[in-house]
């Protein structure tokens, strides 16, 4: 095993450089994750003028697939356009 030297301030940069490519990374992850249009259940259910309970039904019937991040319930604003263009 080789043992490398570095003064103190050669290993604080190393350390910056590190942590500036990881959070340069994880931006652009979220900026991804943003770019998908997620919407809320009421934001969907505005869109599709139905209620809650109906979206949630439907949702129950496989007509809607709901996305769940942690606690909370999203779907797809592609989804729901298809949904309002009706069957194909």
Not at 53 to 64: A, K
Request: glycine share 2%; charged share 25%.
């Amino acid at each position: 095993m080789k043992h490398v030297l570095v003064t103190p301030d050669e290993l604080r940069d190393i350390v910056e450089e590190s942590v500036m490519k990881v959070l340069k990374d994880h931006k652009s992850t979220q900026k991804e994750i943003r770019s998908v249009d997620l919407i809320t259940r009421q934001e969907a259910a505005d869109m599709l003028k139905v209620s809650l309970v109906t979206l949630t039904e439907w949702c129950n019937m496989g007509i809607l697939h709901p996305y769940r991040l942690n606690t909370r319930v999203y779907f797809y604003k592609s989804q729901i356009l298809e949904a309002l263009q009706g069957p194909s």
